[in-house]
């Protein structure tokens, strides 16, 4: 009798397992439940926004009758496993920040994310977006998602530095370039540089200010890293290294603290980091301030900027599919984005929101002018295995600045091989 | 009619049984996941896609991965050499010494921080401009080398780093290890007249050969798979040139997406490992003790 009733339990303890291993790998995603209001769950990788989600829900909740039960991530990689992993359960979020570029067509051509094409089309009739951020999130001439955020890359600077040398904002290359002469002989490092994770933005920078169809070309494989104008921007960036215009790269300094005590005087960063300098004991306005970096290339007709933005997505299979595309078309309203901009105080893509700091809502005036292109920042840019390995040969080109072909063909090898798998 | 030892049998499997399921679902089924996903190009989403060999032979033609694999060697002999090493002579030094368990606390104490913990404290010290760069800039020397930038200072600073963790729990099991050894062999060599590198050599090392075993094992095993002090302290920078092999396999599989070579990496750290660990354990431990 024991015996027996001790095979029934091993057998229904193996049994459960076997039933808990078949859950988990089963695939599939729970019935949309077609609920427009409620709480919807959100996942991010932005953990440290949460505050500002939560922020929002007052207005979200007035409006829509939809408040956000946020879920943060602070590891990138882990969340981005999660998010991928979620898609073979039935538990694919409703709502879930992501990223651009080849990242997002990955989703989309899988079937995973819902379509927002309908959102997208009422938002740019109502003057809400720009056509040039739509091309953003289309894929396949549908869209896909809604830009959670915007920042555009641009040159900070510590206003008493500039005071004390007696610096303009410089408005030309010749003029940025004198600028960088004068701190440097003044015994002051002109830029901020880094040889982790951010180590693309100067080369950003300047393959599309000399030529903005150069730098497409790169994103598109059309043009290769080994190019001689590739060849000759990273030298140009060589002979800046050489004549003592960059921090250590090794150093571990907060950035906004080192602009702070002066340890150098301009960084090249996204528009976000107001938060970071604010948080450093900064006033924006008095203690830094931004420009616009000029084109590299005089001859051209606009300056290019460049511009980050991060999707808020819905999963296709998601049970809350209804509810997080009913957030999404909220989310493009100028009521949605103004209450964004107080809730982070970053700059809004709607140009009809209302942006509380005075220095970022100029910049977003400023770029949305005819004398300005904008163009997809680098990281979003560019597909991932080929931004994986550029990151890491730019950081080793500005720990060791030298000969720019050996770096560059690291990153051509890495390409021709991404391509060739793309054919 | 079952017998008495059959009924025994029964209710001990009852008893192992969720063990062996758990051992099974969390450790040979994502085994077994990882080797056939080794075999596949795999981007998280949808199904994989059979490659045969394709990824092994992608590993071993890309000039990063061996950069990884020598690191990872390197680190193997500098934590042979530093942490082992240094242990032993501390165990050594506060052997039989009147409060010698107190002077190994210090030591200790690292061991309870995490990786992550280490190199976090280690860049702290280490980067540029940094606790160090401005300890020696007070005595005057400003020209310091760029201990995390350059290769393969950084790989060797970082060993140093991981080091200082491990002194003290290596001096702690070679204490063990000294201690159990018995006192007649001991005070017989004494009455010979050995003492100092003579009643080491002779003696205490000999009777130390089953630990030194284990605890050399034990390193070989934690060296190759080094990951969590190099993330915290370059994240295998700059361009790859302090990565090892483990950093590798994260960055292929989670931040480029390629779960098939990150998988690829796996199974062969996974193998080198194996290889490592049965071999140097069967060829020291089926020695006889000979003094």
Redesign the interface.
Known sequence: M??RR??I??AV??LA?SA??LAACSGGGAADSGETTGTLDFYTNKAAWEPDFDELNGASETSVDISLNTTGYSDA??Y??FI??S?RTSKSPGLFTWQTGSSLT??VD?G?IAETTDIWSNAVDEGWVTEDLRETYTVDGKQYCVPMNIAYWVMYYNTKIFEEQGIEVPTTWEELDAAAETLKSAGITPYYQT???FTFQWFQQMVAGTDPELYEGLSTGEVEYTDPEIVDIMNMWLDQHEAGWFS??????DPAVGLKQGDYAMINFGSFFNGSLDGAGMVSGEDYDMFVIPKTNPDLERTPVAVESGPLCVAENAAQKALGLAYSEWWMSPEAQTAWSEARGDVAFNPKATVSDPMLDELGTTVASDDYLVYDRYYEATP??IL?VAL??F??????PGDPLP?LE?IQAEADKYWADQE | MASRGSQYQWSARGFIAPGVILVAVLLYLPLLWTTFLSFTEYNGLGDPDWIGFGNFAEMFEDPGFIVSLLNTLLWVVGTLLIPVGIGLALALLTWNLPGGVWLRVPFLIPYALSGIGVGLIWSFILSSNGALDQALGAFGIADTPRWLVDAPLNTVVMIIAAAWQGVGVNALLFTIGLNSIPKEPLEAARVDGATGGRLFTSILWPMLRPLTAVVVGLSIVASLKTFDIVLGMTKGGPGGASETLALTMYKETFVNSDYGLGSAIAVFLTIVTMIAAVLYLRQQLSKKHEF
Not at chain 1, 248 to 253: C, E, K, L, P, Y
Request: hydrophobic share 45%; glycine share 6%; charged share 20%.
């Open positions: 024991n015996s001790t095979k339990g091993a303890a193996a397992a808990m291993l990689d882990q981005d496993a991928k992993q898609f990955e989703l899988e995973l040889s982790t994770l250590d790269a090794g150093s571990t300094v991932t295995p994986t890491e040969q950081g080793a080109f500005i720990a060791n770096f690291i």
